[in-house]
Structures are given as structure tokens and as C-alpha cells.
């Protein structure tokens, strides 16, 4: 959602296909996947810069943890009200730079993901399923929690 014109919007989502992170890594961002919409917008509340002239981005689905504990679902970003700008004030914007926690955030993301499509492809789960999803979600949050035991070999 946008009170800026159809043609400063699009200039913007464009300019924010490229993201960088872990220092000058470059990466296509897939910010229109609900997965790692979800995943992105929640790593980070300080979100204003990369939505520029959006006030409001939605998107069904959810992170991991979200659909294990509420299932799939409608999700929004607020920005923050700004002046308008024009769109010959987008032009020199430099990329967008992850924060720590969305790096973060993403990392994980990638690693479940992996483990997940690897699931279905061995057909234990139904990419479709909620109740799958939510099985899935709730043992890899529990494998997440695991500490490694206090006496652990000092060689290892």
C-alpha cells in the first residue's frame, strides 16, 4: 500500500531486488515469497529504509514458528508515515544492506528450509499440509533449544 504514484513504487521494489549482507555479499531477494516475507519482516522492527514509500506490505503465511503456533495466516508491515518523496529522490539510493538479526533470521531460514524440502521430497509431508507444517515447525524449534551437554570432550 502506497499513496506514492504506480511508477515510484515500482522503481523502488526494483531497486530492492538486489540486497546485500555479510559485508558485501550480493544476493537476488525474493521479498515477494511469502516465506521469506514473513521471515524478513519479523527479523528486524527498524524496517522503515527498505520500505521507503510503502506504508504497508502484506503477505499470507507466516515463519516457521508463526504457523506452528497460529497457522497460516494474513501478516503486514507498517511502516512509518514519511514525507512524500519524489521519484527522482529514490534514484541514488544505495542497496540494502541485511541488519545482524535479519542475516540472521535468513541464515536460519535457509537451513530449515533445506531440511524441509528434503522432508516432502522423501515424501513424509505434504508441502500443503498445515498440520505437516506445524509437526515440522514445533521439532525443528525444539532442535533449536537443544544445548550441547556441559561435559562435553575438550578435545572435540
Known amino acids: 500500500m502506497s499513496e506514492e504514484t504506480e511508477q515510484a513504487v515500482l522503481k523502488h521494489l526494483r531497486q530492492r531486488l538486489e540486497i546485500h549482507f555479510y559485508g558485501s555479499r550480493k544476493a537476488l531477494f525474493r521479498f515477494y515469497d511469502p516465506c521469506i516475507a514473513s521471515v524478513f ?5 527498524a524496517i522503515d529504509r527498505w520500505l ?4 504497508r506490505v502484506v503477505w499470507y ?3 516457521w514458528v508463526q504457523i506452528a503456533e497460529h497457522g ?5 508491515c507498517v511502516g512509518q508515515p514519511h514525507q512524500q518523496r519524489t521519484e527522482e529522490q529514490y534514484k541514488d539510493e544505495e542497496p540494502y544492506k541485511l541488519s545482524p538479526s535479519q542475516e540472521k533470521a535468513m541464515e536460519n531460514f535457509v537451513l530449515v528450509q533445506a ?6 521430497k522423501q515424501k513424509r509431508a505434504r508441502e500443503s499440509s498445515e498440520e505437516n507444517i506445524t509437526y515440522f515447525a514445533q521439532r525443528v524449534l525444539a532442535a533449536m533449544r537443544l544445548e550441547p551437554p556441559p561435559n562435553i570432550c575438550k578435545k572435540c
Open 41 to 45: 519482516f519479523s527479523a528486524d522492527p
Open 52 to 55: 521507503g514509500p510503502l506504508e
Open 61 to 63: 503465511g507466516g515463519t
Open 72 to 76: 497460516k495466516r494474513w501478516y503486514s
Open 115 to 120: 531440511v524441509w524440502r528434503k522432508w516432502t
